[in-house]
């Protein structure tokens, strides 16, 4: 079974200065990893993945994250935060031969001016 | 553009009055899934279907249940809403064996007075 433990509910940056969102996982088998986004009252939007292949991984709207296998981590940065960037955010952990995905508890991002 | 639509967007509806959300999708996708989300909580997972295949989450319950007529559709259907059914609700879907990636509709704002 996987899990995602993030760390933080609540992140606030100012606008311009680094955004971490911390993601760790539990895998038996090798994971498949995501960052999704939320807006109020919307659905989730896939940010970026991690499947196979390179460990730094280049999402949308300027956000990376890097698989660590030794650290069992897949943290979410982006190295200007713009106001925009305010929402919430949840890491999800699935893997090879099964159909679920699971998701950490969020955490939300307040970007301040 | 290939998409997940729910309708409606917001549904109201009375304590004990059964209702009926909508998920359609265009991606062709064959896992579909069902998701609560509460208030500042991460989706939770109600049930998929793989194809046809009718997997249910062991703590969702009976009062939730779901139809999927053809690989297009798949209705969530909530027998005798109470209090505490009120949440968004989430649809996604995926292609079994791509990574498991889910996509997700807008969601549908569930209140129940």
């Known amino acids: 079974a996987q899990s995602v433990t993030q760390l933080g509910s609540h992140v606030s940056v100012s606008e311009g200065a680094l955004v971490l969102l911390r993601c760790n996982y539990s895998?038996?088998?090798?994971?498949?990893l995501f960052w999704y986004v939320q807006y109020p009252n919307q659905g989730l939007q896939l940010l970026l993945k991690y499947t196979t292949g390179a460990t730094l991984v280049k999402g949308i709207n300027g956000f990376e994250a890097e698989f660590k296998k030794s650290e069992t981590s897949f943290h979410l940065t982006k190295p200007s935060a713009h106001m925009s960037d305010a929402a919430e955010y949840f890491c999800?952990?699935?893997?090879?031969?099964?159909?679920?995905?699971?998701f950490g508890a969020g955490t939300r991002l307040t970007v301040k001016p | 553009d290939a998409m997940v639509i729910q309708n409606p967007r917001y549904q109201v509806t009375q304590f004990g009055k059964p209702v009926t959300l909508s998920c359609s999708q265009t991606?062709?996708?064959?896992?579909m899934y069902w998701y609560q989300q509460k208030s500042s909580q991460a989706p939770k997972l109600l049930f998929h279907y793989y194809d046809k295949d009718f997997n249910n989450e062991a703590d969702t319950p009976d009062n939730f249940q779901s139809r999927r007529p053809n690989t297009s559709f798949c209705f969530l259907d909530i027998r005798s809403p109470g209090l505490g059914d009120a949440a968004m609700y989430l649809c996604a879907t995926s292609r079994a064996g791509d990574y498991n990636e889910q996509f997700f509709g807008p969601g549908t704002r569930l209140t129940v007075l």
């Open positions: 895998s038996s088998v090798p994971p498949y």
């Open positions: 991606l062709n996708h064959n896992v």
């Open positions: 999800a952990v699935s893997a090879k031969r099964n159909n679920d995905m699971r």
